[in-house]
Nanobody, 124 residues
Framework: VQLQAFGGGLVQAGDSLRLSCAAV????????MAWFRQAPGKEREFVAS????????YYADSVKDRFTISRDNTRDTVYLQMNSLKPEDTAVYYC??????????????????WGQGTLVTVSS
């Protein structure tokens, strides 16, 4: 299984970015997907997750109403639309998937494969 995340960059506070994560090596439509992030000097934290069909979504309180997770099962890709970005959103963003199909979760322990990360930097 390989996950490739891209779309990060340097933006100003209030701007938007869309991250993408392409998956290879699994039946994508059978798996819940998630985004996590790790800010400098901090532990990795949950951002958002989506069920296999896209019907159930979960968000961290810090990004609720600003970020939207979605997926395109025809393209084996999960997205994270990030609006109204803040400097505290600065982090490396990782997409993740479990080793076996599981119900969508916010727990890092439920995810076994991770993308390489894409850096998002938000300047004030």
């Amino acid at each position: 299984v390989q996950l490739q995340a891209f779309g990060g960059g340097l933006v100003q506070a209030g701007d938007s970015l869309r991250l993408s994560c392409a998956a290879v090596g699994l039946t994508f439509s059978a798996y819940a997907m998630a985004w996590f992030r790790q800010a400098p000097g901090k532990e990795r934290e949950f951002v958002a997750s989506i069920s296999w069909g896209g019907g159930n979504k979960y968000y961290a309180d810090s990004v609720k109403d600003r970020f939207t997770i979605s997926r395109d099962n025809t393209r084996d890709t999960v997205y994270l639309q990030m609006n109204s970005l803040k400097p505290e959103d600065t982090a490396v963003y990782y997409c993740a998937v479990g080793r076996v199909p599981r119900p969508v979760s916010t727990a890092e322990s439920e995810y076994d494969y991770w993308g390489q990360g894409t850096l998002v930097t938000v300047s004030s």
